[in-house]
């Protein structure tokens, strides 16, 4: 049987888009290695699945993708938030929406949001063949003939739609086949990095941290000693390092930095100026005088933290209050307003939430996601050089650009 439109993925922007090419009355195949759809789907949100931002206008969400995110522009009017949230109600899904616009489904469990997936394909009549993995794309006169799977069954359709994924939790089938295929198609491929990832810290010391979380801190990264950029918000400290929502953003901003000399410095009181945070503790000192330092730095911070600190300034944690320098005291000020670290990397795609990178966005048109060079080839989702920040931003964008795949493909067989 020849199909209208094949699509190779069966994640979120798979399944958005073969059923808007179903519902549009296109023969249309969904081609899955794994056993099942959705495997990734069912993980994010920690099972949650926060699947859109109701908080963010058009406009505002594009910012937070930076210079790519205008590519987004067309295809965001036609299924953005609000669409996103109308299509799931719809199908009985109960939304709510939490701070800062995290729009979940009412049970907190992603298999609801997996089942109405797959209630929008069945009602669309889409075809879905699992445990099929392609082995190759056949091209031939500018546009794909056909598709051969592994176990050497051949697929041809009108149009296909690559919609693999990134590299991120390789363990649910996100290899990066798509960027092997999109490269033998003649397209460029912005190099997949991690993102949205706990970082991985040089100092000695983390380890002593590890479980240690705060909340309202402000962040900081420096390149070569120069601020490149600063966030606010809650971060924990792990064994080898450091995660938390504004580290899990910081990571995507800092995965292109080409220099290695990257330094973060934490602000654990930045409703306080320096000046002010030195004379709260000069009061504490005096309120205290004969209260050891050690003791008396509990509260600032947690007692692991306070040890940490009178270590690497040098000062000794069994002085009295009311022996501790004016110069003594300014070097707490300092370490309490700017918390040093090393970074030695980000954590691997195992960690990662998602992938930086992919088919560079001037080869694909933006109101179709088709290929400028691929007459019959359209991409969705994550495979695209399109990542944002948590609080599902990434969700809509599969959303988003499945939606506008499914459609131009089905429009133009």
């Not at 023969?27 to 993980?43: A, H, S």
């Not at 031939?140 to 919609?163: F, M, Q, S, V």
């Not at 040093?340 to 990178?357: E, H, M, N, P, Q």
Request: overall charge positive; some cysteine; proline content about 4%.
């Amino acid at each position: 049987m020849k199909y209208d439109i094949a699509i190779i993925g069966g994640g979120p922007a798979g399944m958005m888009a073969a059923g808007r090419a179903g519902e549009l009355k296109a023969r249309t195949l969904l081609l899955e290695k794994n056993k099942n759809l959705g495997v990734k789907l069912l993980i994010t949100g920690h099972g949650r699945c926060n699947l859109a931002n109701e908080k963010h206008e058009p406009r505002e969400f594009l910012s937070q993708f930076g210079k790519n995110g205008k590519f987004l522009f067309s295809s965001l009017y036609q299924f953005g938030a609000k669409e996103a949230m109308d299509f799931f109600e719809r199908r009985g899904i109960r939304l709510k929406i939490e701070p800062g616009g995290k729009v979940f489904p009412q049970s907190d469990k992603s298999q609801d949001i997996l089942s109405a997936l797959l209630g929008y394909l069945k009602d669309s009549r889409v075809m879905v063949k699992t445990e099929a993995e392609v082995k190759r794309i056949v091209k031939n006169n500018g546009a794909i003939e056909k598709l051969i799977l592994n176990d050497g069954t051949e697929i041809k359709a009108r149009a296909y739609i690559i919609a693999t994924g990134g590299r991120a939790y390789p363990q649910t089938g996100s290899t990066g086949d798509g960027y092997k295929w999109a490269r033998e198609l003649g397209h460029t491929v912005i190099e997949p990095l991690p993102a949205l990832t706990p970082i991985i810290l040089k100092d000695k010391f983390i380890k002593s941290l590890q479980g240690l979380s705060f909340s309202n801190v402000k962040i900081i990264a420096f390149k070569l000693d120069k601020k490149i950029h600063s966030l606010a918000g809650d971060i924990i400290f792990t064994d080898k390092g450091i995660s938390g929502p504004i580290i899990l953003n910081l990571s995507r901003l800092i995965a292109r930095e080409k220099s290695r000399e990257i330094t973060l410095a934490i602000d654990f009181f930045p409703e306080e100026d320096f000046s002010a945070l030195d004379r709260k503790l000069q009061a504490d000192f005096k309120n205290e005088p004969n209260k050891l330092l050690k003791n008396l730095l509990q509260n600032f911070v947690p007692p692991r933290l306070a040890e940490v600190i009178l270590k690497l300034a040098a000062i000794d944690p069994e002085k009295k209050a009311n022996l501790v320098s004016k110069d003594e005291r300014k070097k707490l000020s300092r370490f309490l307003k700017e918390f040093k670290l090393s970074i030695r990397s980000l954590s691997g795609f195992d960690r990662a939430y998602i992938t930086s990178g992919g088919v560079a966005l001037n080869e694909v048109d933006p109101k179709t996601m088709r290929s400028k060079f691929v007459n019959n080839l359209y991409f969705a989702g994550e495979v695209l050089d399109l990542d944002g920040p948590t609080g599902g931003n990434n969700l809509q964008v599969a959303w988003t650009t499945g939606y506008a795949a499914g459609g131009a493909a089905a429009g133009a067989v």
